[in-house]
């Protein structure tokens, strides 16, 4: 189990399969956010005031999770594998309110991003350690103009992951973390 840290479901706990996810820890997730909601106050916009985020590898959705809890008021969670899916969908239940989230099993190095049918403010990219999908899922995103103005994407990776940031996202926060490494891109 691991909670969630902030907004109006903190301190409420989730469910992680134990051997087919590494969610991301309590210290990262509060990095992280912080870096989120730093960057809204600089260009003076309200990170989660109508947002949408889409969450993918999502595992436990902790990060979506977090980022509902915080305010934003949907959430596209996909994944690929039913057993994590089964408790996505548990976590996603005890968070949300009024379902405001819909869960997608699909490949997503070739997804198009069809089910999306929100704009979406605030992305989490958080594979297994042992992938590097990243210039795909980037391209996907980018072509599938599923993306609002100001848009937020978080990349994490292994710290020996060798990563291009196509040329249509920025760059505007590295963060190393031990064997962690975090990309803060928007459009």
Do not use: W
């Not at 889409?54 to 902790?62: I, M, Q, R, W």
């Not at 980018?142 to 040329?167: A, G, H």
């Amino acid at each position: 189990m691991i909670k969630i840290i902030g907004g109006i479901k903190s301190r409420q706990e989730i469910q992680v399969s134990p051997d087919k996810v590494r969610p991301t820890s309590i210290q990262k997730r509060e990095s992280i956010f912080s870096i989120i909601e730093s960057y809204g106050i600089k260009i003076n916009h309200s990170i989660y005031k109508q947002a949408n985020i889409l969450d993918l590898f999502a595992g436990s959705g902790s990060l979506g999770l977090e980022a509902i809890s915080r305010g934003a008021v949907f959430g596209y969670f996909y994944d690929n594998n039913d057993d994590v899916i089964q408790i996505l969908k548990k976590n996603c239940k005890k968070i949300c309110k009024n379902n405001n989230f819909e869960i997608i099993k699909e490949n997503i190095l070739k997804s198009q991003f069809k089910n999306i049918n929100k704009k979406i403010s605030l992305v989490f990219i958080d594979p297994p350690y042992n992938n590097n999908p990243f210039e795909q899922v980037l391209f996907n995103i980018f072509q599938s103009q599923i993306l609002s103005d100001n848009s937020i994407i978080v990349l994490e990776c292994s710290c020996n992951s060798q990563i291009t940031i196509p040329p249509y996202f920025t760059c505007f926060k590295e963060r190393n973390y031990r064997k962690t490494k975090i990309f803060f891109l928007n459009n």
